[in-house]
């Protein structure tokens, strides 16, 4: 099976979240599974959020993929974001990179082992909602042990030669902040405002990203390394500080009743990007003192994971990207977050590698190049083939 196809495909399907409705996506991917002789189960925590795993689990390599997609409108794209479009080069459309495509390399890959003859030994999980923090997809299949601790690949997008070891932590939560009202001619000798308790939070945020957190000497090499990868992919120099500093985005304010009332209430979310030695709880903590007269809700509080660079999965992920690409791989950690968090504190050893381009996460004419697919779809193969020997 040609994972440019079926990427394709699977874009065509739309599985946007919110709402996270996978139900469509899901039986494709059960379909092509069926086709080759793998029983599978579709596992449904809420309506319309289905998750499928092969039935057999227990393996010692499980391959794991998210099929729900972040929303995209029309304007700005080459090709209408859920045409699948292929050209010469590329499929194009919302959810290429992140992460239909890498979802098609498992299954080709699959395909390709049946198709030789060989029992593919391995687990598989698709999981439906990623995008919005896994509470129905892995996160489920984890509480109802559903699968089962090994070594994990996800096919998350990645430098074709430098798979993923680690994650930065996460902090994300929503402050509420109630002001004391009054007429907008007396402010600020008169009244609280909402909205400007939130502008001086918010300056506080700001100088999170200011504070130094050292690099310990065990993750010194792979920081360094990492940010080069970061600063040859985005083409900007001095890009360290997204490794090592807290990233911040205020992405959501709201506030204020009227330009002449002193503002009663104002909302903002906010996400962090948490380095290695900086505590999520702690930090947490931190910011509640920061602003003790308001309702602080957190919604995913996590601390920077990784799965030590000389695991079996880690060695034998490289060995197959030198034997393919013919350089010399060395992992990477990032500056983003996935699925891999939950899995790792769950005692799995998990590895991100994936085809897609890595500019176009979340943006504006994604899309993934054929060559990407079939390198990746080659590297899940023999990675596979490689825990039957």
Known sequence: MDPVRITSELIRINSDNPPGITTDVIEYIAGILDSLGIATDCIENAPGHCNLITRE???????????????????????PPY????????????????????????????????????????????VCDEEVGGPHGIHHLLAKELILPSDCIIAEPTPAIAPCIGQKGLCRFSVEFTGTPGHSSLYPCVGVSAVME??????????????????????????????????????????????TRIMYNPGIISGGEKANIVAQKCHIEVDLRLPWGCDAYQLLDEIRCQAPNANITPSSVWNPSLTPPHSDIVSR????????????????????????????????????????????????NERVAHDDLRDASEIYREVIRSYQS
């Open 83 to 126: 045409s699948g479009t292929i050209d010469e080069e590329f499929v194009w459309g919302r959810g290429s990179t992140d992460m239909k495509g890498g979802c098609a390399s498992i299954l080709s890959a699959v395909s390709n082992l049946v198709e030789e003859g060989v029992e593919p030994g391995v687990s598989l999980a698709f």
């Open 198 to 243: 939130a502008f001086n939070f918010i300056h506080f945020i700001k100088e999170l990203h200011n504070r130094d957190y050292p690099v310990e000497p065990s993750m010194a090499g792979i920081i360094s390394h990492s940010e080069r990868i970061l600063s040859d992919i985005f083409q900007t120099k001095g890009l360290r500080s997204v490794l």
């Open 317 to 364: 992920i490289t060995h197959e990207i030198n034997q393919l690409h013919n350089v010399a791989s060395q992992p990477i950690v990032q500056w983003a977050a996935s699925d891999a968090r939950a899995l790792r504190k769950k005692g799995f050893r998990v590895v991100e590698y994936g085809p897609g381009d890595i500019r176009t996460l979340h943006a504006v």
């Open 57 to 79: 689990q227990g393996h010692p390599l499980l391959l794991c993929g998210h099929v729900d997609v972040v929303p995209a409108l029309d304007e700005g794209w080459h090709h």
